[in-house]
């Protein structure tokens, strides 16, 4: 039983590899696009700069549109290095519900006043081996969803816990042992039937061209596979 298990692990292994180059071949159609689109307006604003008798005003306008575009284009390449390459992670042992109060101090910056968030964490810490850099990238990730989902207003629940398993999910069977749970849900637009199933695929998006990328989540499963965790 066991080494068939390690053979489907394999093969999915093999699959998501698979799956994941030819992501990476996408590249050229879609992203290779909005990066395009980013050099064009570092482009624009340069030779806007080059104008004589500029005011001091556009002056700065240009530069500061040429700041933001390079580190839109910066976060891209970094987005898609990090998918690219299987990503060498550092664990390390931290409280998740710790991080979680951390990173929805953040979170709360860019989600706007008008969507609450609440956080259920228990008294006792909840300690985990994981890559914590990546763990609160995911959780970033995954508020962000749920901002855009909601539209601007509205709640978002994280609650952190401990559990006694991991349950079935998709091929895996269900595996016992001490793990933590973080919950997160919101009061958005949900999710489409035919749409969850692919929810973690790359570069798979509902969104207008220039606001997602659709790697938010293909980030969220690597981490957590990779991490000897999982998500549903
Ligand atoms: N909380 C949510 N509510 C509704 N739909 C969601 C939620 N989270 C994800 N989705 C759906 O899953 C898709 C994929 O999410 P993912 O985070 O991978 O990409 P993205 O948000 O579109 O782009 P990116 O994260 O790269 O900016 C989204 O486009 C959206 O359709
Ligand atoms: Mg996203």
């Known amino acids: 039983e066991r080494e068939g298990a390690d053979k489907l692990a394999l093969a999915e292994d093999a699959l998501r590899q698979a799956q994941k180059m030819e992501a990476v071949g996408q590249l050229t159609g879609g992203v290779a696009h909005d990066f395009n689109n980013l050099l064009t307006v570092i482009r624009g604003s340069v030779d806007l700069l080059r ?38 992670l550092k664990p390390e042992t931290f409280d998740c519900g710790e991080s979680i109060a951390d990173v929805v101090l953040m979170v709360h910056t860019l989600t706007g006043s008008r969507i609450v968030i609440e956080t259920v964490v228990p008294d006792d810490p909840c300690y985990v081996l994981a890559d914590k850099g990546q763990f609160d990238t995911a959780i970033i990730n995954m508020s962000v969803n749920a901002r855009d989902a909601m539209d601007g207003e509205g ?35 949900g999710i ?41």
């Open 51 to 88: 104008r004589p008798d500029l005011s001091e005003d556009r002056r700065v306008r240009y530069i500061d549109a040429i700041g933001d575009t390079a580190d839109r284009a910066a976060k891209l390449t970094g987005q898609l290095l990090a998918f690219a390459r299987r990503q060498s």
């Open 155 to 189: 709640k978002l629940t994280i609650v952190v816990g401990p559990v006694s398993g991991i349950p079935e999910i998709r091929m895996h069977p269900p595996i016992a042992g001490d793990f933590v749970a973080v919950t997160i849900s919101d009061t958005g637009c």
């Open 192 to 232: 489409s039937p035919e749409n969850v199933a692919r929810i973690f695929e790359p570069f798979f998006t509902t969104k207008d061209v220039g606001k997602g990328t659709g790697l938010g989540l293909s980030q969220v499963i690597g981490f957590a596979k990779q991490s000897d965790g999982d998500i549903r």
